[in-house]
């Protein structure tokens, strides 16, 4: 049973524990005493929820600052903690935060193992109002349950199996991929005004990588795509038929032309925009721009044709960059010439950068650490505070923020800023939303 996924259950004495992993296990609670610390011993029991087998680990308590026996104990229960895919923190709802319950969760925000806060002992609604105090931890919104009556633990249950790693067994079922003999083909779509140099440039991009799959049955109705494989992993580049079989553009295929690109965006997980620099920003392109970060992927900028600029003719166009579309952050932007391959190279790892941006995953833990300083070196105005923070969804980073008000827009902005930076999400479009608590 190594390599199956491991959950620890953490927590003080008398919290609830060895009722709750009994009750996971579907043992009738027995063997359960009212002393603190009884359950010393670090005991790992095989556990199943949604056809997920798992070993659940009961890491007997957490006594810091105790004896010698406790410390021991303390040591055991990091390294469960460590070595865990998930942990449980199981707190007394009943009796609320304590000091004990504090240091165990100092410990928590500093690793990146996902963490469920277990508020147990909530035997009924009447109880509910309790969690909101910890929630204080910083940890997220804690999931109320009784280990005891069972009251719950289904839920709890689901949750711990979606923060599983993907199931070797299930992945060919998932991804449904023909193409995909490696691990994952990223989807980008290339997209801009007719004569902007976009089949010239993917048949430079593709010209130089070795193994090229044309004729992809497309992602989009009726479409075409084509698959490569390079270092970064498999691309698939999206509706490329037109770009291969160049056809004499006329007005009706332009205006075709740009409707599939547009809805090839949507289902692509990066998109380049490619303009010609010859021409400045157009507001054309300022459109596309719009468009595509509308539908939330991270965007490169590809300002093409450099190679007939002139210094001032650059300075320009950079200038138009930062007017017409400041919207776009710091999306990366990249000068090539499709025509001599100038920079071109440049283009796969600013793709791989502003894909595993896209896909960031910031464990709560840290996001809340974030969230406190940011609030302490400025904080909202009127008294509104962040209660906590988890990130939602991934692709693109959706962050949700629990507040006790409405917070204005500008502080949100700041947020938004100091997640960028802290985390390294310069160029991926970032959800933020705010929800009322308290
Ligand atoms: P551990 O030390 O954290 O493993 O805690 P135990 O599982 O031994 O439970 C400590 C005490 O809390 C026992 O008396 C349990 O019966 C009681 N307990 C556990 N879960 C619940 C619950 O959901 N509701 C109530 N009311 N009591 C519970
Ligand atoms: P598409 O309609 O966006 O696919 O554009 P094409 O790739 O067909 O290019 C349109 C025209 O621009 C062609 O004549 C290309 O040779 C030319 N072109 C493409 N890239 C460059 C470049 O980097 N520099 C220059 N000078 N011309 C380019």
Not at 201 to 225: A, C, K, W
Not at 230 to 244: H, I, K, P, S, Y
Not at 361 to 381: D, I, Y
């Amino acid at each position: 049973m190594t390599d199956l996924p491991v959950v620890a259950i953490v927590g003080r004495p008398n919290v609830g524990k060895s009722t709750l992993m009994n009750r996971v296990l579907g043992k009738r609670v027995a063997i359960v005493e009212e002393k603190p610390g009884v359950t010393r011993d670090r005991k790992e029991e095989l556990a199943e929820w949604a056809g997920r087998s798992f070993t659940l680990v009961d890491t007997g308590g957490w006594m810091a600052g105790g004896n010698q026996l406790d410390q021991k104990v303390s040591r055991q229960s990091e390294a469960a903690i460590k070595s865990a895919d998930v942990v449980l923190l199981v707190l007394d709802a009943t009796v609320g935060l304590t000091e004990e319950d504090e240091r165990v969760t100092k410990l928590l925000r500093r690793i990146d193992t996902p963490v469920l806060v277990v508020a147990n002992k909530v035997d009924d609604t009447s109880h509910e109002s309790l969690i909101w105090e910890l929630m204080g931890l910083g940890l997220g919104e804690p999931i109320s349950l009784s280990a005891l009556h069972g009251r719950g633990t289904g839920d709890l249950l689901d949750r711990i199996v979606e923060l599983f790693p993907a199931d070797p067994d299930d992945a060919e079922l998932e991804s449904g991929d023909a193409s995909s003999d490696g691990p994952k083909t990223t989807s980008i779509a290339l997209v801009g005004r007719p004569n902007v140099g976009k089949s010239t440039l993917f048949n430079r991009l593709i010209g130089e990588e070795r193994s090229v799959v044309h004729d992809m049955p497309g992602t989009t109705r009726d479409s075409v795509d084509t698959v490569v494989e390079t270092e970064f992993g498999n691309l698939r580049f999206v509706d490329t038929a037109g770009m291969r079989r160049k056809s004499k553009i006329d007005e009706d295929t332009e205006y075709f032309s740009m409707v599939r690109a547009l809805q090839s965006v949507d289902t692509a997980d990066v998109a380049l925009l490619v303009i010609d620099a010859t021409e400045g920003i157009t507001h054309q392109d300022q459109r596309l721009a719009e468009r595509i970060d509308g539908a939330g992927c991270p965007i490169i900028v590809v300002l093409n044709k450099w190679e007939m600029l002139d210094e001032e003719a650059r300075k320009e166009v950079m200038y138009q960059m930062g007017r017409m579309l400041h919207f776009l952050g710091e999306a990366a932007v990249l000068r090539i010439s499709a025509l001599t391959g100038r920079g071109v190279h440049r283009l796969l790892p600013a793709l791989a950068d502003a894909i595993s941006q896209y896909e960031t995953r910031v464990p709560t833990g840290k996001l809340n650490e974030m969230l406190r300083r940011a609030q302490q070196a400025q904080p909202a105005p009127h008294g509104g505070r962040i209660l906590y923070g988890t990130q939602g969804a991934t692709d693109p980073p959706t962050f949700t923020l629990f507040a006790n008000k409405d917070l204005p827009s500008s502080y949100l902005r700041y947020i938004e800023r100091q997640i960028r930076e802290t985390f390294g999400l310069p160029a991926t479009p970032v959800k933020i939303r705010v929800r009322r608590r308290g």
